[in-house]
């Protein structure tokens, strides 16, 4: 009801569970899913890494609350450009949704980092200098790479740097390329994946 009431969104088909969701799609197109985690047959993780592996679109917007953040960075991994509590306002919803089909992504910074630093400590955290990943980035989009791992937006990545926002934006695309990311989210999480930032950090 939420999303049919939007002028500039349609609902094209709804799931009971991931598999059916994932069969769905591959033979209606959509722009945009809302995924669940806990489904029978198939779960929304494993969903969402079939969904991704097919290619840009749909892009998937998985919806959980605070017992489930393990499931989310799973989630994450396998594809997912962003993450929703379900008791989430419907503006805020419905604004996340258009910031991820206009291919941003929707990180919480508080969020992220909570679940980042429950879910990534490692006794020996990798050394960033190690990670194949990071090798082609230079030391202006390390430090680039290393702001938006601890949540911060393009103005405020500006500030800090002292750079204009159309740079840091140009910086963020080459970031994107360089290292494979998919959008916003995986490059959170790649940051403490490389050690690059620390979960105490």
């Known amino acids: 009801m939420l999303i049919e009431s939007q002028d500039d969104m349609e609902v ?51 919806l959980t609350t605070f017992d489930l953040d393990e499931y989310v960075y799973s989630a994450l991994h396998a594809g997912a450009s962003a993450f929703l509590l379900k008791d989430a306002p419907p503006e805020v919803l419905l604004a996340a949704m258009r910031d991820v089909h206009a291919g941003d992504a929707v990180v919480a910074p508080s969020a992220t980092r909570r679940m980042l630093e429950r879910f990534l400590s490692e006794p020996v955290a990798p050394r960033p200098d190690d990670d194949p990943r990071l090798a082609d980035l230079t030391a202006r989009e390390r430090e680039v790479l290393e702001l938006i791992a601890r949540g911060r937006s393009n103005s405020e990545i500006s500030a800090d740097l002292f750079l204009a926002e159309a740079t840091v ?33």
């Open 169 to 201: 934006k140009t910086h963020v695309g080459r970031i994107l390329a360089k290292t494979g990311s998919r959008d916003r989210v995986h490059l959170v999480v790649l940051g403490y994946d490389t050690g690059l930032v620390s979960p105490s950090g």
């Open 12 to 62: 094209v088909g709804e799931a009971g569970d991931g598999a059916e969701a994932t069969e769905r799609l591959a033979v209606t197109s959509a722009d945009l899913v809302l995924m669940d985690v806990r489904m029978p047959r198939m779960d929304g993780v494993e969903a969402t890494r079939v969904l991704a592996a097919r290619g840009d679109r749909p892009r998937v917007v998985v």
